[in-house]
């Protein structure tokens, strides 16, 4: 019924920048908390951003100054744009969402999603 889906990833030199999007789409009635969670080679899975519905914003420290996650409700998507990378943050990127999901005419559900994922490389 919903799907999140990752963009943006790729090769990037240390100090460089990227931007990553991730769209819902599907029966969406609304969405609540979107967020980014990274997973590096050998580690366990670890919060980056989140951001609310009303645009509230908390970072994972080590990215504070550096990272900005934004949404576009309209669009149903979030963003995280990602500044003076380095080699330490190669990892897959996830989307997590907690979406209100629409069935049919009266029902509505809510749930996590994650997306599938995006390799971001940062190496020279």
């Known amino acids: 019924q919903v799907q999140l889906v990752e963009s943006g990833g790729g090769l990037v030199q240390p100090g460089g920048s990227l931007r990553l999007s991730c769209a819902a789409s599907g029966s969406i009635f609304s969405i609540n908390d979107m967020r980014w969670y990274r997973q590096a080679p050998g580690k366990e899975r670890e919060s980056v951003a989140t951001?609310?519905?009303?645009?509230?914003?908390n970072y994972v420290d080590s990215v504070k100054g550096r990272f900005t996650i934004s949404r576009d409700n309209a669009k149903n998507t979030v963003y995280l744009q990602m500044n003076s990378l380095k080699f330490e943050e190669t990892a897959v990127y996830y989307c997590n969402a907690d979406i209100n999901v629409r069935y049919g005419s009266s029902r509505i559900s809510a749930g996590c999603y994650w997306g599938p994922g995006a390799q971001v490389t940062v190496s020279s």
């Open positions: 951001i609310s519905s009303s645009g509230s914003t």
